[in-house]
């Protein structure tokens, strides 16, 4: 898969189950690839079972391109969300203003998670999160979610993940008491799972969560863990869970989280499906079903990648916007 420049797409291996399963020993120790986590089980068989568990749906809203012609794609995804890249590539200013928030939430959000920059360092967190604490504090009836940093292993630490542990767990514990709120939730983006980080993305994750002894506990299950965790999962044809497709499994991010804290909240900021154009919509709802189910509700949000201008194998079209809105969905799972 390439991107709009022809490049090789860094989301042809994002996503969520391993192919062996992953899980966490007792205490939220290191994790092995010897055993499987109760998250393994296939979903379609509870999702047919007639659990419903409530989701909301939304996309993810980048600065490049028409505005308008985003807010009226978001419209028509009948949305509760959206996921807003506020500094990407611009880490000391804005890349929305509040009169452009505001037209996201008039199409009907009741969540609004908003993405720091890709570095999460707590002097600069702490700077973009005071940009938009008066907005915050103007909405009380809108759920926000402050996003620390996004995909460590892609972005700022790919070959650190305890540089990007730190610097995300020190952001939580200097600024959460003197910046929390009270519709207010603080999230960190989980690795993107890249197949090809020199030591594995087992590895990468494993460093990422773990207790590396310095006080500041694990990133799922310690004292300073945020409130919730954020995942992204993509696809070439489906987002179900295939564990024989093991690096490019579309859940595995999903269960590694899961075999760490099964209780921790989840939230997709990013999940998409590069191929089949005109019907990615109904499995976009497809999996959103079968996530809620697979998660007894953790997981309880979604926004697909993204509105345009993204890349463009992942642009969602008119088309894909009113199949999300339909609710109707093809089961592949």
């Given at each position: 898969?390439?991107d ?18 992953v899980?966490a ?8 690839t010897?055993?499987?986590?109760a ?13 419903d568990?409530?989701?909301k749906w939304?996309?993810?809203?980048s ?9 009226d794609i ?5 949305p509760?969300?959206?996921?807003v ?6 880490p ?6 509040n ?7 008039s199409?009907g ?12 360092d707590?002097?600069?967190?702490y700077?973009?999160?005071n ?5 915050i ?10 996003e ?8 700022d ?5 305890g ?33 090809d980080?020199p030591n ?16 500041l ?5 310690g ?7 954020t ?6 044809d489906k ?12 859940f595995k991010?999903?269960d ?19 191929g089949?154009?005109g019907?990615r919509?109904h ?28 890349e ?11 199949q999300?809105?339909?609710r ?6």
């Open positions: 898969m390439t709009r420049n022809g490049g090789l797409s860094r989301r042809r291996f994002l996503g969520t189950a391993a192919a062996a399963g899980a020993v007792a205490g939220g120790g290191l994790l092995t010897a055993g499987a986590t998250a393994t089980a296939a979903p379609k068989a509870t999702a047919d079972a007639g659990l568990y409530f989701m939304g996309a993810v809203c600065p490049a391109g028409d505005f308008n012609r985003k807010v978001l419209r028509r995804m009948r509760a969300t959206v996921r890249s506020m500094f990407w590539n611009s000391n200013a804005r890349q929305f203003s009169g452009q928030l505001d037209q996201l939430l199409t959000l009741t969540e609004m998670i908003i993405q720091s920059s890709e570095y999460a707590a002097n600069l967190a700077n973009q999160l940009m938009l604490l008066p907005y504090d103007a909405h009380p009836n809108i759920l926000f979610v402050w620390l940093g996004n995909e460590p292993d892609y972005y630490a790919p070959t650190n993940p540089f990007a542990r730190y610097k995300r767990l020190t952001t939580i514990r200097d600024n959460k008491w003197r910046q929390n709120r009270s519709n207010m939730f603080w999230a960190v983006n989980m690795p993107a799972g890249r197949w980080i594995g993305s087992t590895w990468y994750f494993n460093e990422f969560v773990r207790d590396h002894g310095d006080g506990g694990p990133m799922l299950t004292h300073l863990r945020p409130d919730i965790a995942v992204h999962c993509y696809a070439h987002l179900c869970s295939i564990p024989g497709r093991g690096e490019e499994n579309p991010m999903v590694w989280v899961r075999g760490w804290n099964p209780n921790i909240p989840m939230k997709i900021t990013e999940a998409g499906i590069n089949r154009p019907d919509g499995r976009y709802v497809e999996f959103g079903e079968v996530l809620a189910a697979y998660t007894g509700g953790r997981a309880d949000s979604i926004c697909f990648y993204g509105l345009p201008d993204v463009d194998n992942y642009a969602l079209s008119y088309t894909d916007a009113d999300v809105a339909s109707a969905r093809t089961w592949l799972c």
